[in-house]
Every structure is written in structure tokens, then in C-alpha cells.
């Protein structure tokens, strides 16, 4: 056997390399996995529709998809006020069901991709501020892909541990001296060195195509050849390059990255011949630039960390305004193709007389002439990173309970009262007057205006409440990402008083961490337009001016459901009620995720309680009807024409169409 | 045992590659307190005539002190022309305006509303907020009496008093401390250094297999692990202090001031709810305590897993995860409301604004127990089972094993004599 085959058997199976190596590439599969969120959840979401529209203006944004887009948010609008007419004209029977019905499927087809409509236009309007070099595609895939400009903490850790013990483990044991006096002693080092950088290289290369297959499979990369701006992570950069181009070079600075952190290592651990010192310079070199220094700053040095991270070498300029004087400030100044290629060229330079240095210390005893070199290569290596650091840088389980979204509530003894003025929730004893507030923490809303409550939800004995709070350094300029603003529901026992938080989540997807700025996608922007909610034993749905969305309380899951938000809607444990686009009552079981349309039912509002559903029936001139949960029993309420119906458990509330009156009719009529 | 400790401390500790990353990271500490005050403070821009530096302390004469009445109106008669004349922005941006303090209109509002009228509104009204706070805390003790909820009866009890009488009476320039509470770096080179000290503690002697030998010494074994403890309990604590001094005296430096260090903690927005009832400076010196009982108790759980390793490397790896681990969960969990996560992690007490920042509680036995109070507790606990599981996994002395084998095989063996000799006289 050679003694490079002695060294890689000695390397892979004693120093457990290859056992690090299936560590690292499983735990980083398994971490993309599960922290994967798409960018923009709603292009997922209606991925379908959004495709639809993106076949025929998928490219450059020529004036022909201009007017096209133009064109079909016309089109949209114009149905949608349609739609609206058509309905109110069948129900109020100026025009006969076949009509009707030829008319709504016409519009149908025109609204049938409106969600994907919505995505594709915004889309548009990022493209029209630079329509030269950007595109329409598919962006969460290259997105998930290129826009990430974090470190991969797992690799990170995985070459400290796999290039460290090389040259520390025969200095623990002092071999080296040993291996010195060996006839092939000098190619025992550069063994060592190759198969590192084979090593780490292949790593490097493996967590590319990994990051690649994973996202092509969950998204798909189309259009590899468009340009790199036209994802908005690159939004601003002058580099003309494709998507793909950007992620073969970002793959390969990230490779060397790997190479450089792991000659550091191994010039480190042949400089001081101890594992500590050399891991905590390999960790240092790294994290302390990283959280440190600015973006803008470490990007210019010649350090592994800004080849490691890759990404940020092709984004363009960020600039900010100054929220108190209005200036605009650099936050992130683009690193221009000169100053990459500089910084390449030294950093390239420092590694070669590091290995060159590595090897002559390496080399057999008879070969040195003079120690005086050795000490002078050390120097140079030193002082090349001392100059380039200071050079280089830059200057710049609840029980069921019917819900009604319309309703006013009135739960046990306590009545619910919002205060005008400040918007403060209390509630008030009906038996003695007094009120209390609901959030119980005498600090809440006292030193800020940004503490309030959203929306609540009655389920005796408990009421829950959503607080959204917004927490600031309001002082710190530079650091825009130290903005949070997070979303709790609370449940508040109404006999004892007590609550407690059973969800919390951050709504904002550019986060700082230690002053690191990542993005976690826009996942749970949809809380801060809540405005109603209610939940069962494991799920929350919060009600939007766009639709409801489910979250599982235990696995953090979101699925938007697909029920229009503009009317009222009912909650019974087990189903939503809610009326369709047309006005037709609709249920929707929340655990087969199964729908009912009541095709009989087509009401200008409704509301339920426990046995029943009240409608104010749109086909029969605004009469007020109740029938079983099922549909059938349909009994006459009220002759009197209405606008909306409202319960509680002992009456039903109707507004008057004619008078504007709030009349109050008892359940037993 | 004095002498031990000594010993140990000397040879673990006082190595020249310590000394260097030590001087080092105090450098880069120093380094990025300056580039702090370069980034965030607005008073940043030189020592021109015109500077909002200069100007900003000319009018601090002026306005520091007791907050009264004339001062405030005095501040008011001068910031509400501007802010009338720049309400609409179509005021002159003229940028050497003669009238203005720093030569322009709108540079003028932002000053003195930022660094005057901001803070003296927010410091003027504390009180009636504190005391609002105060109330609900009452009316909520009461609600919660009615309801036979004794700990929130407590709970709010507290607050109370905590709240019914602050109040801030001195205007003085807090922006030093703002960003001194809100400095976190230097705790990461505490946790590098503190690593990079303690990771060699047991490794060393297994690395050169010394670990055989010492246990044959009288001194060996427990006695030595137990040295070894203190030595690094010594050098953690003191590496933590030093940092929390170099912090204080960088700020000061590079901010030029020590001002305001006799405000009321609460004066910093940050902490306007704030777990205790002290003095700025009072509060710099309670945090180097707690950030000191927080690295200790993390240098312990890193002694814990070097005990188990034979080279530093998978040790220093595994606690540099373990560090990395505490700190992202413990920075990304600060902002939420569940206390046990705070409590639980130590990185919480080096970055305890966590802890201090907010009024919270946790019920402990029917006691509410303040957030900050239970993380010391279970900091201290966690170090303390760190060290006694140490002391349990560490070897025994193998001298006292074999002074006392050869004790047994002597009595044997003059029990065999005296046999032999009763024998042979039969």
C-alpha cells in the first residue's frame, strides 16, 4: 500500500473521517429540510394559477406581457364588479337562471386564476423599476437557493473537526518528529494537504448539489439563464450574470472557502502544534468577523468567512434612509467584480505560502538548510494577513363552542366592551359594573403604543385574545432588522383570572441575530392582518382580509383556506360556516377537509348557535329563516325584511332593512 | 489545598497563548465599542462648531439636572418654532444657516427632539405611567383575592411596590448606557476565551497520558479535580469581570462620558419595565455579577464534557456547539414571553438585559418568583450538579488504592507468619 493510501486509511477510519463526513452531509440534508420556508408562500400557494399567467409572460417583461398584465387587471376588476351585479340582480330576479348562470361561468373563467393574478402583478411591479435585467420566473426555488447568505453552521463545525486532528493527533504523540526523520516524511504532509482539500472540496461540492436537487425538487429552478436580478435578493447588483452562472460561482467560491478555512487550520496547527489553540483560531477567524463586523467590512477581507458565505459578492448596494434625519446610509456596498478578484488573488497568495510553508516544515530533517527561511516564510504568511486585514478593508384543548365572527358577546356574566378611543378591550361584570381589563399584566399598553390586543374569542370558561406587540432599539441606526413585532394568543380563564400564552410567533421575515440579518420568509406576515380568530383543540384560524389560515398549534403548520373573509363566519368545533362567492352558504369540516354547499341557503347574513342556522334569506325578499345544521327543517324566523342577524343564547338580533332597528326576537318564537 | 489551586491555576492558566488571546480580544473589544459609538450615536460627527456633538453638550448645561417646569418650557420655546416651521417641509434646507445651532433647520428639530425633548417627555411622564402600573396592580390583587388566586395576589403585590414609587426626577444623557445594556459582543469573547481556558483543563494531562501518573500522587485524583475546578472557576469569573470593567471603561471612553450613571435603571426605554428598582451604575456592577455567574455556569458544562474526552477536539467542538446552541436560542427566544426558556438557558444571564429588561414571574411553590432571580438560582444549581458530577466521574486517588493493598497484603501476610510460626510450635 502507498503511503497515501496509509494516510487516507489513516485520516477516513482512526480519525473517524468518513464518519464526520456522513455526519455532516445527513445533519445539513436534515437541517434544509426542516428550516426550508418558501419566500413567498403565496406563489406556492397558488402555484397552479400563478403558472397559468407565467406561461404567457415568462422572460423579459416586453410592452406586449405590459399591456397583457395591464390589460387583465382590468379585465379582473371589471369582473369581479360584474360578479357582484349579477348576483344581486338574479336574487333580487330581474334576470332568469340561465342568464345567470351563462353570465357567471363566463366570469368564472376570467377570475379563475386571479390568486395566481395577484402574485404574477407584484411580480410585475419589481420588474418595471429595472425591466432590463429582470425577468418573470418562478423565484421561491432560486430563491431558497441564492437567497440565504448565512453560514452553514454544520460544515463549519464538520471541517474543524475533520481537518484539525490531521496534524495535531502525531504532535499529541509527538510522531511528527518521527515521521521527520522518515525517508517519504515531506510527502506524508502533502499527502495530508491533498486529501483535506479533496476532502473539504468534495464536502463543499456534495452541500451544493444537495441545496440544488433539493430545491429543484421542491420548486423547481427554471430558467437558470435569466438574469441573477430578477430574484430580489440581487435586486440592485451591476453584475451581469444568469441565475445559474451565480449559483455555479457562489458553489465554487463557497469551495474555496472550505480550502481556505482548512489551510488556516493546517498552517495553525503546524505553527503552535496544539488542538485547542487551533481550533479556537479556525472558530475565531470565523465567528468573530461574522458577528463583529459589518457585512460591508468583512466582505473585503481575506478570511474564509466571506468565501464560505458566498452569496453576498453579487448583490448590489443596499441604502437605507435614516429614520431621524432622513440621510441615506450604506448598509451593505456592493463588492465590485475588481475588488472579488483582488481579493481572491491575495487570498489564493496567503494560501499558497501557507502550504509552501506547511510542507518545508515538514520536510525531512537533511532537507532544511536554514531555519532562518522557515521563520522568515511564518513572517511573511503573518504579515500578508496582518496587511490584508488592515489593507484590504472597505470604507464604506378547548371544548367546542359556536363561534360568530359578527357577533357581541356576552360569556358568563361578563360583557365585552372596546373603548372608543384608545381601543382598549375590557370586560365588563353585568351583575356589578365594574370592568377589568383583558390583558392581566398591569405593564400592558402602559409604556407603549405599540402593545395592543387584536382579536378575541369566546369558549367558556376561557377567552382567548391575540396581542400584537412591537418591540424596537429605537435608537440604533444601522441596524434596521432589530424591529420585532410578534404575535401571542392568550388564554384568560374567566373564573380564576389566570392566562396563560399558548402561541407566539415573530410576523417579520428579516430578522437579526447578533447582529447577523437573515430572511425566514414570509410565513406568518398573515397575522398582522388578523382581525378575528378562533381555534379547536389543536388549530387556530385566523381570519384576514384575504381568507382564513390554519395553524397547527403543535407543529407550527399554515395552510391558507381557501373561504372568501367578507362576510361572517361561524365556527362550531368541527366546521366553518361561511358564505361563497355567490352568497350560498357553505360549510367546510375542518378535520376531513371536506366541503358542504347548502344550495338552497342564499343568504345576506347568517349566524348559528348550537342546534340551528339563522339566515336572512337573499331569494326571499330579506326574510329571516332558521333550519337545522343540516339544511332541512326550514322554519320562517321573521317576516320583517333584514340586513343582518346577529345571536346569543337566548335571542336573536335583526336589523331592520326599512327602519335601520335593532329588533330582538326571542329563540322560543 | 490554597497551594494546589495556585499551582493549577498557574499551569493551566498563565501560558503566554492565554496572555495573547486574551490582550487580543480586549483590543477587538475596544475596536468595536468604538466602531459602536460610530455606528448608533448621532453625536458621532467630530468636534465642529456646528456638530451635533458640540452643540448637543453646549445646551446640556442648560437642561441637566432636576427636570422643572422652566425647563421644560424653556426647551419648548425653542423646539416648537421649529418644529411648527418644518411641520409642512418646505423649510429652507440651507445647510449654514446663521440662526441655527447647527446651521440647519431641520437638523436643529431633529436634535433637540431626539436627545431633548424624546427623553425629557418620556423621563416627565414616567411617573404617572409607574403609578398607573401601579394601580392596575392593586385592582388586580384585589380581583385575584376575590378569586382565591393567592400567587397572583402576590405576584401583583410586587409589582406594586416595585412600580409605586418610581419615578425619574433628573434629566441626564443616557445614551451611553443604552447602548452599554444593549452590548453584547464582548460576551461572545468571553465565552471564546473562557473555552479556549477551561477546554484544556482535563485534556492536557490525557493528551501526554500524565492523567496516569498524577493519580498515583498524594495530591492526585479528586483533590486535584476538585483544584482544577477552583482554578478554572477563578479564571472564568475573573476573565467575565475584567470584560464587564473593559465594556464600562470603552464606553465611557469612546463616548466621552459617564454622565447619567445616577439615573433610575428605567430611564433606558429598553427597560422602562424594568425587574429591578437600582441606579444605572449600581446596575453596570449587577450585571458583571450575573454575567459572571452565567459564564461559570456555562464553563462548568464545558469542563463536564472535556472530563469525557481524551483530545481537545471533540470536546471544543462539542461545546463550541453546545455555545452556539445556547446563544442562538437564547438571542432568538429573548422577544418571547415563555420565562422557563429564559430561564433554563445561561446565555440569559450574559446578555441579562433578557432577564432585567421585562417584570416577570414564575410560580414556584405558590411563590412568584421574578425571571432574573430564578435563572441565578438555576444557573448556580446547574454549576453546582456540573461540578459534583465531575467530582463523581473523576478517578480516584490510585495512591491511597494501592497504599492500601499493600497494607491488606502485609496484614496478610503476618497473619500467614503468626499462622506458620503457631503451627510449627505445635
Known amino acids: ?669 | 489545598m490554597t497551594r494546589l489551586i495556585k499551582y493549577e491555576f498557574y499551569k493551566l492558566f498563565c501560558k503566554r497563548s492565554i496572555l495573547v488571546v486574551f490582550l487580543l480580544f480586549s483590543v477587538i473589544n475596544l475596536f468595536k465599542i468604538n466602531s459602536e459609538f460610530h455606528s448608533y450615536s448621532y453625536l458621532a460627527d467630530g468636534n465642529d462648531s456646528r456638530s451635533w456633538n458640540r452643540v448637543y453638550w453646549q445646551l446640556y448645561e442648560d437642561y441637566k439636572g432636576e427636570i422643572t417646569a422652566e425647563k421644560i418650557d424653556h426647551l419648548l420655546s425653542i423646539y416648537q418654532p421649529l418644529a411648527d416651521a418644518t411641520a409642512d417641509m418646505t423649510a429652507s434646507t440651507a445647510k449654514d444657516n446663521p440662526d441655527m445651532m447647527t446651521g440647519n433647520i431641520y437638523s436643529d428639530r431633529n436634535i433637540l427632539e431626539k436627545y431633548y425633548v424624546e427623553p425629557m417627555e418620556y423621563f416627565y411622564h414616567y411617573r404617572t405611567y409607574a403609578l398607573q402600573v401601579a394601580e392596575r396592580a392593586k385592582e388586580n390583587a384585589a380581583v385575584y383575592k376575590e378569586r382565591g388566586q393567592i400567587v397572583e395576589v402576590r405576584k401583583n403585590s410586587v409589582i406594586y411596590h416595585l412600580y409605586s414609587g418610581r419615578s425619574i426626577k433628573d434629566f441626564a444623557y443616557e445614551e451611553m448606557y443604552n447602548y452599554y445594556l444593549n452590548y453584547d459582543f464582548s460576551g461572545i469573547l468571553v465565552l471564546f476565551l473562557c473555552l479556549y481556558g477551561v477546554i484544556s483543563t482535563f485534556v492536557c494531562e490525557k493528551e501526554t497520558q500524565m492523567d496516569m501518573l498524577l493519580l498515583t500522587n498524594p495530591g492526585g485524583g479528586k483533590m486535584t479535580t476538585f483544584a482544577k475546578i477552583a482554578a478554572a472557576s477563578l479564571f472564568v469569573i475573573s476573565v467575565a469581570i475584567w470584560f464587564s470593567v473593559v465594556d464600562y471603561i470603552g464606553f465611557v471612553y469612546f463616548f466621552g462620558t459617564a454622565e447619567g450613571g445616577n439615573l433610575p435603571l428605567y430611564a433606558v426605554r429598553n427597560f422602562s419595565t424594568a425587574a429591578v428598582n437600582c441606579k444605572l451604575w449600581q446596575y453596570a456592577i449587577l450585571s458583571a455579577v450575573i454575567r459572571a455567574v452565567g459564564v461559570w455556569t456555562m464553563s462548568m458544562v464545558f469542563l463536564l464534557i472535556s472530563l469525557f474526552g481524551h483530545s481537545a477536539l471533540v470536546p471544543f467542538v462539542a461545546d463550541f456547539g453546545a455555545a452556539l446552541c445556547f446563544i442562538i436560542t437564547g438571542a432568538s427566544q429573548s422577544c418571547f414571553s415563555n420565562t422557563w426558556l429564559k430561564i433554563i438557558n445561561p446565555y440569559s444571564l450574559l446578555a441579562n438585559r433578557i432577564l432585567f429588561g421585562k417584570t416577570e414571574f414564575i410560580d414556584f411553590a405558590g411563590y412568584p418568583v421574578q425571571s432574573f432571580q430564578a435563572a441565578i438560582i438555576f444557573a448556580i444549581t446547574a454549576g453546582v450538579i456540573s461540578i459534583t458530577a465531575m467530582m463523581m466521574f473523576s478517578k480516584r486517588n490510585s495512591y491511597i488504592f494501592c497504599w492500601m493493598v499493600k497494607s491488606r497484603r502485609r496484614t496478610r501476610g503476618t497473619f500467614m507468619s503468626a499462622l506458620s510460626n503457631e503451627s510449627s510450635s505445635h
Open chain 1, 1 to 669: 500500500m502507498s503511503g497515501f493510501m496509509y494516510e487516507v486509511k489513516k485520516i477516513m477510519l482512526w480519525q473517524r473521517g468518513l464518519f464526520y463526513i456522513a455526519l455532516v452531509l445527513l445533519l445539513g440534508m436534515v437541517w434544509l429540510a426542516l428550516s426550508d420556508n418558501p419566500v413567498d408562500i403565496a406563489m406556492e400557494q397558488y402555484k397552479n394559477e400563478y403558472e397559468w399567467y407565467l406561461e404567457k409572460v415568462n422572460g423579459y417583461c416586453t410592452e406586449e406581457s405590459s399591456l397583457y398584465l395591464e390589460q387583465e387587471a382590468e379585465r379582473i376588476a371589471k369582473a369581479k364588479e360584474r360578479q357582484n351585479s349579477l348576483l344581486e340582480n338574479y336574487y333580487d330576479k330581474k334576470i332568469s337562471e340561465s342568464e345567470y348562470k351563462k353570465e357567471s361561468r363566463e366570469i368564472e373563467k376570467v377570475l379563475e386564476h386571479q390568486n395566481g393574478f395577484e402574485v404574477i402583478y407584484q411580480q410585475y411591479l419589481y420588474i418595471c423599476e429595472n425591466a432590463g435585467n429582470r425577468c418573470f420566473l418562478q423565484t421561491n426555488g432560486w430563491m431558497g437557493l441564492l437567497g440565504k447568505g448565512t453560514l452553514n453552521f454544520i460544515l463549519f463545525l464538520g471541517i474543524l473537526l475533520i481537518v484539525t486532528p490531521v496534524f495535531c493527533s502525531e504532535y499529541s504523540c509527538q510522531m511528527d518528529t518521527l515521521i521527520l526523520t522518515a525517508r517519504k516524511g515531506r510527502k506524508s504532509a502533502l499527502y495530508k494537504l491533498l486529501i483535506m482539500i479533496a476532502v473539504v472540496l468534495f464536502l463543499s461540492l456534495s452541500i451544493s448539489l444537495i441545496e440544488y436537487g433539493f430545491y429543484r425538487f421542491k420548486y423547481g429552478l427554471p430558467d437558470g439563464d435569466y438574469p441573477i436580478q430578477s430574484i430580489r435578493y440581487f435586486a440592485d447588483s451591476s453584475k451581469d450574470m444568469s441565475l445559474l452562472e451565480g449559483y455555479v460561482s457562489i458553489g465554487l467560491l463557497r469551495m474555496f472557502g472550505g480550502v481556505f478555512l482548512t489551510i488556516l487550520l493546517m498552517f495553525i496547527s503546524v505553527l503552535t502544534k496544539k488542538y485547542t489553540l487551533t481550533l479556537l483560531t479556525g472558530a475565531v477567524s470565523v465567528m468573530i468577523p461574522y458577528i463583529g463586523l459589518s457585512k460591508t467590512s468583512f466582505y473585503r477581507l481575506p478570511l474564509p468567512l466571506p468565501f464560505l458565505l458566498g452569496t453576498d459578492f453579487f448583490t448590489g448596494d443596499i441604502v437605507m434612509n435614516d429614520a431621524l434625519t432622513g440621510d441615506e446610509k450604506i448598509i451593505f456596498a456592493e463588492v465590485d467584480t475588481v475588488t472579488l478578484w483582488t481579493l481572491l488573488f491575495v487570498s489564493v497568495l496567503l494560501c499558497t505560502l501557507a502550504v509552501v510553508w506547511i510542507l518545508r516544515r515538514n520536510s525531512n530533517r537533511w532537507l532544511i538548510k536554514s531555519g532562518q527561511k522557515k521563520c522568515g516564510a511564518v513572517f511573511v504568511v503573518m504579515f500578508g494577513l496582518a496587511l490584508a486585514v488592515t489593507g484590504c478593508a472597505g470604507r464604506g384543548k378547548k371544548g367546542s363552542v359556536v363561534y360568530n365572527s359578527s357577533a357581541v358577546y356576552d360569556c358568563m356574566g361578563y360583557e365585552i366592551i372596546r373603548d372608543e378611543g384608545n381601543f382598549d378591550y375590557s370586560l365588563k361584570n353585568t351583575s356589578t359594573g365594574e370592568t377589568y381589563p383583558f390583558a392581566r399584566s398591569p405593564m400592558f399598553g402602559v409604556f407603549s403604543d405599540d402593545e395592543k390586543i387584536c382579536a378575541f374569542y369566546v369558549c367558556p370558561p376561557y377567552l382567548y385574545y391575540t396581542t400584537s406587540v412591537m418591540e424596537s432599539y429605537v435608537n440604533r441606526v444601522g441596524n434596521y432588522n432589530s424591529n420585532i413585532t410578534k404575535v401571542s394568543v392568550v388564554e384568560l380563564n374567566l373564573n380564576t383570572f389566570e392566562e396563560k400564552t399558548i402561541f407566539e410567533q415573530m410576523t417579520n421575515s428579516g430578522r437579526s441575530l447578533l447582529g447577523i440579518d437573515y430572511e425566514t420568509g414570509d410565513k406568518w406576515k398573515f397575522l398582522d392582518f388578523h382581525h378575528a380568530f378562533f381555534l379547536n383543540d389543536d388549530s387556530l384560524f385566523f381570519i384576514g382580509n384575504d381568507g382564513i389560515t390554519k395553524v397547527n398549534q403543535y407543529t407550527g403548520k399554515t395552510v391558507k383556506l381557501d373561504i372568501p373573509a367578507n362576510g361572517n363566519i361561524s365556527f362550531d368545533g368541527e366546521s366553518i360556516f361561511y358564505k361563497n362567492e355567490q352568497g350560498v352558504l357553505t360549510r367546510y369540516d375542518v378535520s376531513g377537509n371536506e366541503t358542504y354547499t347548502y344550495e338552497n341557503i342564499v343568504a345576506y347574513d347568517f349566524c348559528i348557535d348550537e342546534q340551528s342556522i339563522y339566515y336572512v334569506s337573499r331569494t326571499d325578499g330579506g326574510d329571516l329563516y332558521s333550519c337545522g345544521k343540516d339544511g332541512n327543517h326550514k322554519e320562517l324566523v321573521s317576516h320583517i325584511p333584514a340586513m343582518s342577524v346577529t345571536c346569543d343564547t337566548e335571542n336573536i338580533y335583526v336589523l331592520s332593512k326599512e327602519s335601520g332597528e335593532e329588533i330582538v326576537l326571542p329563540k322560543s318564537h
